[in-house]
């Protein structure tokens, strides 16, 4: 027995740390291929299973190598689970002196200057708005890390976070007043010392734009990087090789002439006018744009009158350009809103200007609450992908439990350009056959005619009788969602809990401490959830998670492949839709004692020649059509 496989021994120090272990063949066996990826400096995509332990199973090995790693997961709470959780573990098993930083977006961390500003413009919504600022100010001089998940009386309301914290457009860097003691500086300082430093994919993505814009790292070198939640790669690319412009951005920068103005400028009273026009002008683009809005920009309507107010838009930028260069001299924070004031025209003007725009990228446009975004979004990442990982030579792990459709990974690879990546897959260690079963109602509508979501409903409320609760109801949509709402509320289904009436987090906790409630959600359930036990014994999706044909982003991408000869649809849209379902049925099954039962309201499954592709590409789990089963299954 090697020395790697005798940590994770039934007798080795992983059975040491971990109550209830057992070994585990597929664990084992992904270290191995991990280690020897590691070692030779080679590109692998390996799919663990649930219940594999993937994350300790690629954390030993790259701790083993002595190597300098990053490691980055899909989002905050996973990367802060990771860092508190998993790392420590397995730094206790390889028993080795490892130094570890924690490093995430400056969003997240506490910026004395804005702060500051924003305290000395006295401007404030609410009593309590200014009584949580001076709590932050007391708080800011305690605090050794600046990290806002850590300020312990609440979390800092969205409409505030702009203005106590900072983005790479309004850093004044060394100009700062505060810079000896930023906290974003701080924690960039001790990921350069670390010999792990743990990341998530949109720092990462956002640390590869800026370096292909010319501009310094953000993120230190690694020798080893390991990209876990993988799968969602290809989209978090996407939004950060492209470009976005939104309101919320321009409000920002208008409120920020005005401070700035008041504070370097008393005697150019004229920046303050001008910033009220840009947000008139940006308000009047919102306005026309409409509600639920959500359509490339080629396509909106003849007689849309947007085209007009973001070109009334662009000119009220042009005339701040103009009003604040010679008042930048004046003041570094005047000095940073003209440089943020000309990188807002630039956008906009490449956005507006379609003969100028790359024929690559997709221009659209989304209305969210009383916000907007305007974006160009790349139909293809692999290039840039590949790009950013020639600029940081060594190992690639990319790893997650959903990268393959029937057992072959070319959807995943070729999106991204890791044709040289060596793939690995190691199937669950779970008991599908003896511990799931899928159920496909009969008689029930397609999903795109009249009557199907009632249809379902009265199917899922036979099933919720038997399995007394304790189910989620995943939905492709939300107004599928709301429909189910309604319904299970009239029906006095109970406990319900529906995602918006309250965080996904606090919705979990409820979810567990209660044990026989109904959870309604979409795509924030799908996926990163955890429920062990017989809290959660029954995963129900309405239908197959087909990406919506209306989507600008999907549409263009779709004209893109047949222009190159290729068939969207078993390219695409298909791979796309198996990998999000292979997500959503991961939710049931999270434990070896787990027992659940899946219910897919969508016939095609069964009725449609690529429904074998989404049946070959799931777990081993028997099916039944007959509701009879189900009641035997329970009981």
Known sequence: MSALEQLFAADGPLSTQLEQFSPREEQVAMAKSVAAAVLTDETLVVEAGTGIGKTLGYLIPVLRSGKRALISTGTRTLQDQLFQRDLPLAVAVVDLPIRAALLKGRGNYLCHYRLERTLDAGRFETRQAADLLQRLRIWAGRTSS???????????????????????????????????????????????????????????????????????????????????????????????????????????????????????????????????????????????LGDDCRDAW??????????????????????????????????????????????????????????????????????????????????????????????????????????????????????????????????????????????????????????????????????????????????????????????????????LLVQGDANPQRLLDQFRERGNAVLLGTQSFWEGVDVRGPALSCVMIDRLPFGSPGDPVLQARIDWFREQGRNPFADLQLPDAVISLRQGVGRLIRGPEDRGLLMVGDHRLLTKSYGRVFRESLPPVPLTRDPAAIADFFA
């Open 146 to 288: 600046g990290d806002l998940a850590d300020f312990p009386d609440e979390s800092v309301p969205g409409r505030l976070q702009p203005m106590v914290t900072s983005t790479a457009d309004n850093c004044l860097n060394q100009d700062c007043p505060f810079y000896s003691d930023c906290f974003v500086m701080k924690a960039r300082r001790e990921a350069q010392d670390a010999d792990v430093v743990v990341v998530n994919h949109h720092l990462l993505m956002a640390d590869w734009a800026i370096r292909e814009g010319g501009f310094g790292e953000v993120l230190p070198s690694a020798d080893v990087h390991v990209l876990d939640e993988a799968h969602q790669l290809p989209e978090i690319a996407g939004r950060f090789f492209g470009m976005v412009l939104s309101g919320r951005q321009l409000s920002d920068l208008g409120r920020d002439v005005r401070l700035e103005q008041l504070r370097e400028a008393g005697d150019a009273g004229h920046l303050s006018d001008l910033a009220g026009e840009l947000e008139r002008a940006s308000a009047d683009l919102r306005l026309v």
């Open 298 to 495: 080629a396509r909106l309507p003849r007689e849309s009158k947007a085209p007009q107010a973001a070109g009334d838009l662009l000119a009220v930028i042009y005339a701040l350009v103009q009003a604040l260069e010679p008042q930048a001299p004046r003041g570094t924070g005047l000095e940073s809103c003209y440089r943020r004031m000309q990188a807002v025209h630039a956008d906009l003007q490449r956005f507006l200007h379609e003969e100028d725009a790359d024929s690559d990228y997709v221009r659209w446009v989304e209305t969210v609450g009383t916000g907007y975004r305007l974006r160009m979004t790349p139909l293809d990442v692999a290039a840039p992908f590949a790009a950013g990982r020639e600029r940081n030579p060594g190992a690639w792990i990319f790893t997650s439990a959903t990268l393959s459709v029937r057992d072959q990974f070319s959807h995943f690879t070729g999106r991204l350009g890791l044709q040289d990546a060596e793939t690995r897959r190691f199937d669950s260690p779970f008991d599908y056959r003896s511990n799931a079963l899928l159920y496909v109602p009969e008689s029930i509508p397609a999903p795109s005619e009249a009557g199907f979501i009632d249809a379902y409903l009265d199917r899922a409320l036979e099933v919720l009788e038997m399995s007394g609760g304790r189910a989620f109801m995943l939905f492709t949509s939300h107004r599928a969602l709301q429909m189910a709402a309604q319904r299970l509320r009239a029906e006095r289904v109970e406990p």
